[in-house]
């Protein structure tokens, strides 16, 4: 996977870092199965309080999470960033990160107590744009820079912005601004949310981790170097031309996603294992949303939205699962190995591909209940469980890999070195 001579063990942070970070997302996810059942078919209606409060358990609780941890490890192997003293950052990001999606949470769904909306915007401004302040500072840095380690930055500059407006909405929920431009900066909010972070963060990684992954052709030179630039401007022009410049970018996310699954057809190894099935999917289904978010600018119907919007999820879940199932194993193996372990587990002994697979066929199942509830209602029930099956699944898969780990440092044994001199 990683190629191991580009990464030591003095730049890798600890494993504890990554699997703090994932393991936090995994239970966010389970939440989120819980408000399922309890918002029901409520949270296909985009202005409802279900929908909010599972919107953000998703996108913070679980995708915040998720990438930040990918992050913290594959700086240094994509840009060279090495993060000192990851340990003492992660815990103080992660501790105001957690308190602020509760209070936002409980803000949402308790709208009289005015102070937690205060509490969740210091909590979440703290520690988001301390993340994203300490990513930037580091990569900002770098004498030289890849396509990957461009578009990370500008995934970031995004974050920070979707923060900030954020940070307007929660203040002025809370009293504290007056919110004259609540619905406009609303709008700009999910944009740069879905689009500048989450989305032009899969693209920026995809182009080093297809290649480095699949072994599959480059992506071309005009793709790499350019579009994450391009749909960057786009949206911030967004905020003041929106329908022609949303427009645009939906159509260049549709093209990037039908490179990206003619260049995993290319790939020269034979044989696909479940991460692949993940990429698949996600590919497919942000090609999916991409085409009902063009729709729905023509045709303003709740239903097209609603459709958009799962298959959004589905995207950014296949990826971030496709993600998770090569850097757990990997990570568990190598920091083993370079600690001089030769009973180290190998990966597929950390997590089989058998289990992957497995995994997939969950998801795939929670993305299918999901479009069945829109024509049958009662299926959100089956939604709600699968959801809490995902990722309860994640999180087993986690404290397995650290069990593994534990049990090795306590009772493996270690190369002596003086015996091969």
Not at 99 to 116: E, K
Not at 360 to 380: K, N
């Amino acid at each position: 996977m990683f190629q191991q001579n580009g990464l030591s063990l003095d730049q890798a942070p600890p494993l504890s870092v990554i699997l703090k970070f994932f393991f936090v997302a995994s239970l966010f996810g389970i939440l989120a199965g819980f408000l399922i059942l309890f918002y029901q078919n409520d949270i296909f209606d985009s202005n409802s309080l279900g929908a909010i409060t599972l919107v953000h358990t998703l996108s913070l609780g679980v995708m915040a999470s998720f990438m930040l941890g990918a992050l913290f490890q594959m700086l240094p192997v994509i840009a060279g960033v090495v993060i000192k003293s990851p340990v003492r950052w992660s815990w103080s990001i992660q501790i105001f990160f957690i308190l602020g999606v509760i209070s936002l949470l409980l803000a949402f769904n308790l709208p009289h107590y005015h102070h937690l909306y205060w509490l969740a915007s210091l909590f979440l401004g703290f520690s988001l744009l301390g993340a994203i302040g300490l990513m930037l500072f580091n990569l900002l840095r770098l004498s030289h820079h890849s396509a990957s380690s461009k578009g990370i930055s500008f995934a970031l500059v995004g974050f920070a912005f979707t923060i900030i407006l954020a940070l307007y909405l929660t203040l002025s929920l809370s009293g504290v601004v007056a919110g004259t431009y609540y619905a406009d900066v609303k709008i700009a909010h999910y944009s740069f949310g879905l689009f500048a972070w989450i989305t032009l963060l899969i693209l920026s990684i995809s182009f080093q981790v297809i290649e480095m992954f699949y072994v599959t052709p480059p992506y071309p030179t005009l793709v790499s170097r350019y579009l994450i630039l391009v749909i960057f401007l786009l949206l911030i022009v967004s905020i003041v031309l929106p329908q022609v410049s949303l427009l645009v970018i939906f159509m260049l996310f549709i093209a990037f996603g039908v490179l990206t699954l003619y260049r995993l057809t290319q790939k020269k190894r034979p044989l696909s294992d479940a991460t692949i099935w993940f990429w698949r999917m996600g590919l497919s289904s942000l090609i999916l949303s991409m085409l009902f978010a063009i729709l729905y600018i023509f045709i303003p119907l709740g239903w097209i939205l609603t459709i958009s919007s799962i298959a959004f999820v589905s995207f950014a879940l296949s990826i971030v699962f496709a993600m998770f199932y090569k850097i757990v194993p990997f990570l568990t193996w190598f920091h083993l190995n370079a600690q001089g372990y030769f009973t180290a587990p190998m990966m597929h002994e950390v997590i089989h591909p058998k289990t992957a697979k497995k995994h997939f066929w969950i998801h795939f199942s929670l993305i299918s209940s999901l479009f069945l509830a829109l024509l049958i209602p009662q299926v959100i029930i089956l939604s709600g469980v699968i959801t809490i099956l995902s990722f309860g699944w994640i999180a087993y898969q986690i404290i397995h890999a650290k069990m593994l780990y534990d049990k090795t440092q306590k009772n493996g044994e270690k190369f002596d070195m003086g015996t091969l001199q």
